[in-house]
């Protein structure tokens, strides 16, 4: 199975949480419904950071008791709350860039991207949060381009998304990239959201694979994404 995990930040949006891990069983469902496939194709786990200095804990997993699957996606949700703080960041942040060198896609929703620019890696290159947070965004990473006018982008190993709401257009455009476009489409129908005019663009952008384990060509792939 292909792996997304929620990461539950202080702050994080429940429903944002919950929301994503239903999109994902709908999508799941999809695939079931319309293939040979024997057993699920995405599984969905939760990671909390329980002890404040240590890496964040598997706290929920869609198919406990079953063999790992690969991880390919950390989402970081919204928050109703101010958004997180350097300090308060910084080892969720390095955390996030380890799996992040592993060829793990790191995405963001609203203020999740605060968290996602404290791993530096976004330093020269475009990201987008909701527009109320984008002025603070930028005076707070100064080595990031924010365009708050995007709704999505996706930049292959990181994929950023605006609005509080925006976690269904993110939700999809991951569906889209790890089960193709039929299977966003049809998640997109049972959940009575219309991805036609929410970026359309960003739907067609080439996805290269990052779970393939060559440390050289993942090197490679970073480098390429960055420049």
């Not at 690969?70 to 955390?95: K, M, R």
């Amino acid at each position: 199975m292909i792996e997304i995990g929620l990461v539950i930040y202080p702050g994080a949006q429940q429903a944002a949480i919950l929301g994503l891990t239903d999109l994902f069983t709908v999508a799941n469902q999809f695939v079931a419904q319309h293939t040979e496939a024997a057993e699920p194709v995405l599984r969905v786990t939760h990671w909390q950071q329980e002890k404040a200095g240590h890496a964040p804990d598997c706290v929920f997993d869609s198919y406990p008791g079953t063999p790992p699957g690969t991880l390919a996606a950390l989402v970081l949700p919204p928050s109703l709350n101010e958004p997180i703080g350097v300090d308060a960041a910084a080892p969720l942040a390095a955390w996030l860039r380890e799996r992040h060198a592993q060829g793990v896609v790191l995405t963001s929703v609203c203020a999740g991207a605060f968290l996602l620019a404290a791993t530096g890696l976004l330093a020269g290159r475009r990201m987008t949060t909701h527009w109320s947070h984008a002025e603070l965004l930028q005076q707070r990473f100064a080595e990031v381009a924010v365009d708050a006018d995007q709704l999505l982008i996706d930049d292959g190993d990181i994929i950023t998304a605006g609005g509080l709401m925006a976690w269904t257009d993110l939700g999809l455009r991951l569906v889209d990239r790890l089960l193709g476009p039929s299977a966003m489409i049809g998640t997109a129908r049972m959940l009575l959201v219309d991805p036609a005019g929410r970026e359309q663009r960003h739907y067609t952008v080439f996805s290269p694979r990052l779970t393939h384990g060559d440390t050289a060509v993942l090197k490679v792939q970073h480098w390429l994404q960055a420049t």
